[in-house]
């Protein structure tokens, strides 16, 4: 079974420009998670998507940050324009449902805004 | 009050030894828990998942969950330097959204 994939690995950019993440999650998997995890901390829930809907992003900073799951797939997330303290690793996730057991985690990208 | 609490850390186990992770939640209505291992620049990697008070075993890995005291606990028997790594504990509140709560983790490491 192929596990999540995520694009770009790793990305630098300066403040104020706009950087965006791919994630295309196991196959069959209908629920699709972002994370944001700054050094030192635990991963951080962005957006959750339930097929292409969106289910909870309370915790979207949407000023900036947007996300899309079109056709229930592949996502993007969007940060625009960057600050310094978006460095960080943003982490896609995916599980079967909701209920299922736990999350698969991609391998991440790693954001250093300068 | 932060809805899932860890020790940071570091914990320095000799090896051989057991390990003996601790997490407190604040949600009482919390169903499912989780156990993850994160290698440094890695991605966290699922190790232990636990639904019903009690233990559970697999392998050298117990997870121990008490839902009255609201606490959750990872136990590592025959420590081995592999183990070392971040330990972050993992809660599935309530609620439709069934999202997933992260605490901070707890950083190991197993001395030889």
């Known amino acids: 079974e192929a596990g999540v994939a995520q694009s770009p690995r790793y990305k630098i950019i300066e403040k104020r420009q706009s950087v965006a993440f791919w994630c295309n999650p196991i196959s069959g998997h209908a629920t699709l998670y972002w994370y944001q995890q700054i050094l030192g901390q635990g991963p951080k829930l962005l957006i959750q998507f339930q097929n292409n809907g969106v289910v909870d992003d309370s915790q979207l900073p949407k000023d900036r940050f947007s996300a899309e799951r079109l056709k229930g797939v592949d996502s993007t997330l969007k940060i625009q324009p960057a600050k310094l303290e978006d460095s960080a690793v943003y982490l896609c996730?995916?599980?079967?449902?909701?209920?299922?057991?736990?999350?698969?985690f991609g391998s991440g990208t790693r954001l250093t805004v300068v | 009050q932060k809805e899932v609490e860890q020790n940071s850390g570091p914990l320095s186990v000799p090896e051989g030894a057991i390990a003996s992770l601790n997490c407190t939640y604040s949600?009482?209505?919390?169903?499912?828990f989780f156990w993850y291992r994160q290698y440094s620049g890695k991605s966290p990697e699922l190790i232990m998942f636990i639904y019903s008070n009690g233990d559970k075993e697999d392998g050298r890995f117990t997870a121990q969950l008490n839902k009255a005291s609201q606490y959750v606990s990872l136990l590592i028997r025959d420590s081995q330097p592999s183990d070392s790594a971040t330990y972050l504990c993992a809660v599935n509140l309530r609620g439709s959204a069934s999202k997933i709560i992260f605490g901070s983790g707890t950083r190991l490491s197993i001395r030889p």
């Open positions: 996730a995916s599980r079967e449902y909701t209920g299922s057991y736990g999350y698969t």
């Open positions: 949600d009482r209505g919390s169903q499912s």
